[in-house]
């Protein structure tokens, strides 16, 4: 039998994103999240506020959802990077349960739920897919 946290198949150990304190400190306190990707572009949890405030107005129009998926997919790239950056190869667990993941599967849920919204199939397909590569509770 092999070490309790291995793998049988192989695959890689799971991406932990380190946290930015001070820019989820900023949403924690209700900062405006536009504000926070102003000062903290970098940081996915701040595009996700930004998204999901737009994909979830009260009779919301196609303006709205288009603005979402623009800031889902900017908060999507910068996690890519980031994950990157952290030693995920474009697969692997990137678990929900650590918190400082939450911003780019936040990003990747609203770039979802934007792209089913205007038709884009093939994207909305992409990122449910991601999302249960990442986190199989993520996905339905």
């Known amino acids: 039998m092999g070490h ?5 198949l192989g695959e890689p150990p799971a991406t932990l994103l380190p946290g930015n304190p001070e820019a989820d400190g900023e949403l924690e306190a209700g900062n405006p ?3 926070v990707a102003a000062h903290h572009p970098t ?25 979402a ?8 790239h ?3 990077d980031a994950l990157r950056r952290n030693g995920w190869k474009g697969y692997g667990p990137v678990p ?3 918190e400082p ?8 849920t609203v770039l979802a739920r ?3 919204a205007i038709g884009e199939t093939d994207e909305q397909e992409r990122c449910t897919q991601l999302l249960r590569d990442c986190d199989p509770s993520l996905a339905p």
């Open 4 to 8: 309790p946290h291995s793998n049988l």
């Open 33 to 35: 999240p536009a504000e």
């Open 43 to 67: 940081v996915s949890a701040a595009w996700a506020a930004l998204a999901e405030e737009a994909i979830d107005r009260p009779e919301r129009v196609l303006t709205d959802v288009i603005e």
């Open 69 to 76: 998926y623009a800031y889902a997919r900017t908060g999507y």
């Open 78 to 80: 910068r996690g890519l």
């Open 96 to 98: 929900w349960s650590h």
């Open 101 to 108: 993941n939450r911003g780019f599967l936040r990003c990747v």
């Open 114 to 116: 934007a792209a089913e």
